[in-house]
């Protein structure tokens, strides 16, 4: 059974930086993967935020979190990282990541679509004060 499990949300002010952490059993990152953080706020559409296929150097990042957000991984401990920099109000949502294994081209060309995740965690609050 594979479960993604997140953490590092929480309530943060303006300017200041959260880690996130997508770690995952009963399913290995190390192998050809597309993982995603993907983030939801109040009313609005789940969004890709941040997104890598594992073993690759690619990765893809919103406009709107582009220099301010970082998504790595570690496959020793078969996590996922999401570095959040600089945050900003509208940084405001609760945070999934997602993954699905994947060849690069899957990934590169669907990967910002939520509906094209196998698996997913239960998501992580993060609330940022101005």
Do not use: H
């Not at 969004?47 to 893809?60: C, L, M």
């Not at 949502?93 to 994947?102: E, F, H, K, Q, V």
């Amino acid at each position: 059974q594979v479960q993604l499990v997140e953490s590092g949300g929480g309530s943060v002010q303006a300017g200041g930086s959260l880690r996130l952490s997508c770690a995952a059993s009963g399913y290995t990152y190390s192998t050809y993967s597309c993982v995603g953080w993907f983030r939801q706020g109040l009313g609005k559409e789940r969004e890709a935020v941040a997104i890598i296929f594992t073993g690759s150097p690619y990765s893809y990042y919103a406009d709107s979190v582009k220099g301010r957000f970082a998504i790595s991984q570690d496959n020793a401990k078969n996590t996922v990282y999401l570095q959040m920099d600089s945050l900003k109000a509208e940084d405001t949502a609760m945070y999934y990541c997602a993954a699905i294994p994947s060849t690069a081209d899957y990934c590169m060309s669907y990967s910002r679509d939520p509906t094209r995740y196998k698996y997913w965690g239960q998501g992580t609050r993060v609330t940022v004060s101005s």
